[in-house]
Protein backbone atom coordinates (compact mmCIF):
# COMPACT_ATOMS: atom_id res chain seq x y z
CA UNK A 1 0.00 0.00 0.00
CA UNK A 2 1.33 3.69 -1.08
CA UNK A 3 2.52 5.75 1.79
CA UNK A 4 -0.47 8.06 0.70
CA UNK A 5 -3.01 5.62 1.47
CA UNK A 6 -1.90 3.82 4.55
CA UNK A 7 -1.65 7.35 6.03
CA UNK A 8 -5.11 8.03 5.19
CA UNK A 9 -6.04 4.71 6.60
CA UNK A 10 -4.63 5.92 9.74
CA UNK A 11 -5.19 9.60 10.51
CA UNK A 12 -9.03 8.63 9.79
CA UNK A 13 -8.54 5.62 13.00
CA UNK A 14 -7.05 8.04 14.81
CA UNK A 15 -9.99 10.82 13.96
CA UNK A 16 -12.43 8.27 14.58
CA UNK A 17 -11.23 6.90 18.13
CA UNK A 18 -10.44 10.22 19.42
CA UNK A 19 -14.34 10.94 19.29
CA UNK A 20 -14.44 8.39 22.12
CA UNK A 21 -10.97 8.96 24.16
CA UNK A 22 -10.23 12.80 24.39
CA UNK A 23 -13.62 13.08 26.54
CA UNK A 24 -13.04 10.48 28.56
CA UNK A 25 -8.89 11.49 29.53
CA UNK A 26 -10.66 15.25 29.10
CA UNK A 27 -12.70 14.01 32.11
CA UNK A 28 -9.91 12.24 33.68
CA UNK A 29 -8.25 15.35 33.89
CA UNK A 30 -10.87 16.98 35.38
CA UNK A 31 -11.51 14.15 38.59
CA UNK A 32 -15.14 13.15 36.88
CA UNK A 33 -16.53 9.70 36.23
CA UNK A 34 -18.92 8.57 33.51
CA UNK A 35 -21.21 5.81 34.36
CA UNK A 36 -21.56 5.15 30.92
CA UNK A 37 -19.23 6.30 28.45
CA UNK A 38 -15.83 5.74 30.95
CA UNK A 39 -16.82 1.89 31.55
CA UNK A 40 -15.06 0.38 28.75
CA UNK A 41 -11.60 2.48 29.55
CA UNK A 42 -11.99 0.98 33.63
CA UNK A 43 -13.18 -2.24 32.87
CA UNK A 44 -10.97 -2.90 29.72
CA UNK A 45 -7.80 -2.50 30.21
CA UNK A 46 -6.73 -1.17 26.85
CA UNK A 47 -5.17 2.57 26.88
CA UNK A 48 -6.52 5.17 25.07
CA UNK A 49 -3.15 5.70 23.47
CA UNK A 50 -2.97 2.30 22.73
CA UNK A 51 -6.43 2.30 21.39
CA UNK A 52 -5.53 5.21 18.84
CA UNK A 53 -2.55 3.45 17.44
CA UNK A 54 -3.49 2.41 13.91
CA UNK A 55 -2.02 -1.56 12.99
CA UNK A 56 -2.76 -2.68 9.01
CA UNK A 57 -3.19 -6.22 10.18
CA UNK A 58 -1.13 -8.91 8.80
CA UNK A 59 -0.61 -9.50 4.81
CA UNK A 60 -0.82 -5.61 4.14
CA UNK A 61 3.04 -4.60 3.23
CA UNK A 62 3.01 -0.53 4.08
CA UNK A 63 5.42 0.96 1.48
CA UNK A 64 7.69 4.45 1.81
CA UNK A 65 9.67 5.64 3.92
CA UNK A 66 7.28 6.51 7.06
CA UNK A 67 6.54 2.83 7.20
CA UNK A 68 9.98 2.41 9.01
CA UNK A 69 8.35 3.90 12.40
CA UNK A 70 6.56 0.67 12.67
CA UNK A 71 9.83 -1.59 13.05
CA UNK A 72 10.25 -0.37 16.86
CA UNK A 73 8.04 -3.20 17.58
CA UNK A 74 9.13 -6.50 17.32
CA UNK A 75 6.37 -8.23 15.23
CA UNK A 76 7.06 -5.81 11.95
CA UNK A 77 10.16 -6.34 9.59
CA UNK A 78 11.10 -5.11 6.35
CA UNK A 79 10.97 -7.07 3.25
CA UNK A 80 12.26 -6.54 -0.09
CA UNK A 81 10.07 -4.07 -2.25
CA UNK A 82 8.94 -6.44 -5.09
CA UNK A 83 6.56 -6.98 -8.09
CA UNK A 84 3.19 -7.10 -6.29
CA UNK A 85 4.08 -3.85 -4.89
CA UNK A 86 3.33 -0.62 -5.56
CA UNK A 87 5.54 1.60 -4.78
CA UNK A 88 8.50 0.60 -6.45
CA UNK A 89 11.00 3.67 -5.67
CA UNK A 90 11.44 2.39 -2.11
CA UNK A 91 13.81 -0.23 -2.19
CA UNK A 92 11.66 -2.25 1.11
CA UNK A 93 8.36 -1.95 2.83
CA UNK A 94 7.02 -3.10 6.63
CA UNK A 95 5.19 -5.89 6.91
CA UNK A 96 3.56 -7.51 10.17
CA UNK A 97 5.33 -11.00 10.69
CA UNK A 98 3.13 -13.35 12.28
CA UNK A 99 5.75 -15.72 13.03
CA UNK A 100 6.94 -13.85 15.49
CA UNK A 101 4.06 -14.79 18.03
CA UNK A 102 5.36 -16.32 20.86
CA UNK A 103 3.96 -20.27 21.76
CA UNK A 104 2.01 -18.86 25.13
CA UNK A 105 -0.01 -16.16 22.67
CA UNK A 106 -0.49 -19.02 20.07
CA UNK A 107 -2.01 -20.82 22.46
CA UNK A 108 -4.59 -18.28 23.78
CA UNK A 109 -5.01 -17.40 20.01
CA UNK A 110 -6.08 -21.25 20.02
CA UNK A 111 -8.22 -21.00 22.89
CA UNK A 112 -10.33 -18.17 21.68
CA UNK A 113 -10.74 -19.38 18.06
CA UNK A 114 -12.14 -22.43 19.80
CA UNK A 115 -14.61 -20.04 21.86
CA UNK A 116 -15.96 -17.80 18.73
CA UNK A 117 -16.44 -20.48 16.38
CA UNK A 118 -18.74 -22.13 19.42
CA UNK A 119 -20.44 -19.26 19.33
CA UNK A 120 -20.97 -19.06 16.05
CA UNK A 121 -23.10 -22.34 16.32
CA UNK A 122 -24.53 -22.28 19.90
CA UNK A 123 -28.13 -20.66 19.53
CA UNK A 124 -28.25 -17.59 20.78
CA UNK A 125 -30.46 -16.34 24.18
CA UNK A 126 -32.63 -13.53 24.60
CA UNK A 127 -34.69 -13.99 27.59
CA UNK A 128 -32.09 -12.65 30.13
CA UNK A 129 -33.61 -9.57 30.12
CA UNK A 130 -30.71 -7.30 31.84
CA UNK A 131 -31.06 -8.88 35.30
CA UNK A 132 -27.63 -9.32 36.09
CA UNK A 133 -27.44 -5.79 36.50
CA UNK A 134 -29.90 -5.92 39.09
CA UNK A 135 -28.40 -9.23 40.91
CA UNK A 136 -25.22 -6.91 41.04
CA UNK A 137 -27.02 -4.23 43.55
CA UNK A 138 -29.93 -6.80 45.15
CA UNK A 139 -29.82 -6.74 48.86
CA UNK A 140 -26.97 -4.08 49.24
CA UNK A 141 -27.15 -0.83 50.89
CA UNK A 142 -26.96 2.68 48.72
CA UNK A 143 -23.73 3.21 50.49
CA UNK A 144 -22.21 -0.86 49.20
CA UNK A 145 -23.64 -0.09 45.22
CA UNK A 146 -21.13 -0.19 42.50
CA UNK A 147 -22.23 2.68 40.50
CA UNK A 148 -22.98 4.89 43.76
CA UNK A 149 -23.02 8.28 41.59
CA UNK A 150 -26.20 7.24 39.87
CA UNK A 151 -29.07 7.30 41.88
CA UNK A 152 -31.50 4.08 41.59
CA UNK A 153 -35.07 3.63 40.41
CA UNK A 154 -36.03 2.50 43.01
CA UNK A 155 -35.59 1.39 46.82
CA UNK A 156 -33.43 -1.58 47.63
CA UNK A 157 -36.61 -3.63 48.87
CA UNK A 158 -38.44 -2.99 45.21
CA UNK A 159 -35.43 -3.59 43.48
CA UNK A 160 -34.95 -7.35 46.07
CA UNK A 161 -38.96 -7.89 45.30
CA UNK A 162 -38.34 -7.35 40.98
CA UNK A 163 -35.39 -9.31 40.86
CA UNK A 164 -36.90 -11.97 43.07
CA UNK A 165 -40.27 -12.19 40.66
CA UNK A 166 -37.83 -12.69 37.24
CA UNK A 167 -35.60 -15.74 36.24
CA UNK A 168 -32.72 -14.96 36.79
CA UNK A 169 -30.28 -17.24 34.03
CA UNK A 170 -27.24 -15.14 33.52
CA UNK A 171 -24.28 -17.27 31.04
CA UNK A 172 -21.79 -14.55 31.67
CA UNK A 173 -19.19 -15.45 34.10
CA UNK A 174 -17.78 -11.89 34.09
CA UNK A 175 -20.91 -10.57 35.00
CA UNK A 176 -21.70 -13.60 37.29
CA UNK A 177 -18.63 -12.67 39.48
CA UNK A 178 -20.18 -9.47 40.00
CA UNK A 179 -23.42 -10.43 41.95
CA UNK A 180 -23.86 -9.94 45.32
CA UNK A 181 -23.62 -12.70 47.56
CA UNK A 182 -27.60 -13.63 48.40
CA UNK A 183 -28.30 -13.10 44.16
CA UNK A 184 -26.06 -16.10 43.24
CA UNK A 185 -28.47 -18.59 44.52
CA UNK A 186 -31.05 -16.85 41.86
CA UNK A 187 -28.99 -17.31 39.03
CA UNK A 188 -30.32 -20.46 36.90
CA UNK A 189 -26.38 -20.81 36.34
CA UNK A 190 -23.52 -20.84 38.38
CA UNK A 191 -20.90 -19.95 35.29
CA UNK A 192 -16.52 -20.69 36.57
CA UNK A 193 -14.08 -19.28 34.11
CA UNK A 194 -13.94 -22.76 33.33
CA UNK A 195 -17.13 -22.88 31.52
CA UNK A 196 -16.53 -19.68 29.28
CA UNK A 197 -15.88 -21.50 25.89
CA UNK A 198 -19.65 -23.85 27.41
CA UNK A 199 -21.54 -20.89 28.23
CA UNK A 200 -20.51 -17.96 26.33
CA UNK A 201 -23.56 -17.11 23.46
CA UNK A 202 -24.56 -14.85 20.95
CA UNK A 203 -27.55 -13.36 22.69
CA UNK A 204 -25.21 -12.14 25.81
CA UNK A 205 -24.92 -8.52 25.67
CA UNK A 206 -21.41 -8.47 27.50
CA UNK A 207 -20.41 -11.22 25.45
CA UNK A 208 -20.86 -9.14 22.36
CA UNK A 209 -18.97 -6.14 24.33
CA UNK A 210 -16.38 -8.94 24.62
CA UNK A 211 -15.43 -8.38 20.79
CA UNK A 212 -14.02 -5.46 21.91
CA UNK A 213 -11.72 -7.70 24.85
CA UNK A 214 -10.47 -10.18 22.23
CA UNK A 215 -9.97 -7.58 19.48
CA UNK A 216 -7.10 -5.85 21.68
CA UNK A 217 -5.82 -8.98 23.51
CA UNK A 218 -4.68 -9.82 19.69
CA UNK A 219 -2.74 -6.13 19.40
CA UNK A 220 -0.89 -5.48 16.92
CA UNK A 221 -1.92 -7.86 14.60
CA UNK A 222 -5.59 -6.54 14.65
CA UNK A 223 -6.37 -4.50 12.22
CA UNK A 224 -7.21 -1.49 13.92
CA UNK A 225 -10.27 -0.49 12.08
CA UNK A 226 -11.77 -4.05 13.48
CA UNK A 227 -11.21 -3.05 16.96
CA UNK A 228 -12.85 0.06 16.65
CA UNK A 229 -15.72 -1.41 14.72
CA UNK A 230 -16.00 -4.21 17.85
CA UNK A 231 -15.25 -0.30 20.48
CA UNK A 232 -18.45 0.90 18.85
CA UNK A 233 -20.56 -2.12 19.23
CA UNK A 234 -19.80 -2.41 23.01
CA UNK A 235 -20.45 1.54 22.90
CA UNK A 236 -23.76 0.85 22.30
CA UNK A 237 -24.23 -1.97 23.88
CA UNK A 238 -22.48 -0.26 27.57
CA UNK A 239 -25.37 2.31 27.02
CA UNK A 240 -28.35 -0.16 26.63
CA UNK A 241 -26.93 -2.04 29.94
CA UNK A 242 -27.12 0.82 31.87
CA UNK A 243 -30.75 2.04 30.41
CA UNK A 244 -31.87 -1.57 31.16
CA UNK A 245 -30.47 -1.32 34.86
CA UNK A 246 -31.79 0.07 38.40
CA UNK A 247 -29.91 2.84 37.84
CA UNK A 248 -31.21 6.02 37.29
CA UNK A 249 -29.35 7.78 34.03
CA UNK A 250 -31.71 9.92 32.92
CA UNK A 251 -29.86 12.89 33.57
CA UNK A 252 -26.94 11.63 31.75
CA UNK A 253 -29.37 11.27 28.32
CA UNK A 254 -30.10 7.41 29.00
CA UNK A 255 -33.70 6.83 29.27
CA UNK A 256 -34.92 3.72 31.34
CA UNK A 257 -35.75 0.40 29.50
CA UNK A 258 -37.75 -1.08 32.42
CA UNK A 259 -37.54 -4.43 32.26
CA UNK A 260 -39.30 -4.52 35.34
CA UNK A 261 -42.51 -4.39 32.57
CA UNK A 262 -43.67 -6.65 30.17
CA UNK A 263 -42.94 -3.83 27.10
CA UNK A 264 -39.51 -3.14 28.99
CA UNK A 265 -38.42 -6.56 28.44
CA UNK A 266 -40.29 -6.88 24.91
CA UNK A 267 -37.53 -3.60 23.70
CA UNK A 268 -34.63 -4.86 25.30
CA UNK A 269 -35.06 -7.86 23.51
CA UNK A 270 -35.43 -6.24 20.61
CA UNK A 271 -31.69 -4.65 21.26
CA UNK A 272 -30.37 -7.84 22.32
CA UNK A 273 -31.14 -8.81 18.77
CA UNK A 274 -29.99 -6.06 16.84
CA UNK A 275 -26.22 -6.30 18.63
CA UNK A 276 -26.31 -10.10 18.07
CA UNK A 277 -26.97 -9.30 14.27
CA UNK A 278 -24.21 -6.75 14.19
CA UNK A 279 -21.55 -8.95 16.31
CA UNK A 280 -21.70 -11.83 13.67
CA UNK A 281 -19.58 -10.69 10.84
CA UNK A 282 -17.34 -8.82 13.74
CA UNK A 283 -16.94 -12.49 15.13
CA UNK A 284 -16.35 -13.72 11.95
CA UNK A 285 -13.35 -11.62 11.44
CA UNK A 286 -11.45 -12.54 14.27
CA UNK A 287 -11.89 -16.05 13.76
CA UNK A 288 -10.15 -15.09 10.56
CA UNK A 289 -7.73 -13.27 12.35
CA UNK A 290 -7.26 -16.35 14.64
CA UNK A 291 -6.82 -18.80 12.06
CA UNK A 292 -4.24 -16.58 10.15
CA UNK A 293 -2.21 -16.20 12.86
CA UNK A 294 -2.59 -20.31 13.63
CA UNK A 295 -1.41 -20.46 10.07
CA UNK A 296 2.22 -19.44 10.69
Not at 184 to 210: E, F, K, S, Y
Not at 222 to 231: G, K
Request: net charge positive.
Amino acid sequence: MPEAEWRARQAAHEARVRVWTDPHQARAARGERHPVHDFLFHYYAFRPASFRRWHPGPDLALAGDGAREFLRRPEYREIENGPCLPTRATPTAVILDCATLPPHRREFVAWLRTLLTAMQTRPPFFACHGLHEWAMVYRQTPEEVRHNQCALRYPPGEIARITESLPVCCSHFDAFRFFTAPARPLNRLQPTRADVPQLDQRGCLHANMDLYKWAFKLAPFTPSELTADCFALAWDIRAVDMRASPYDVRALGFPPIPIETPEGRADYERHQRAFTARGEPLRARLVALCERLLAV
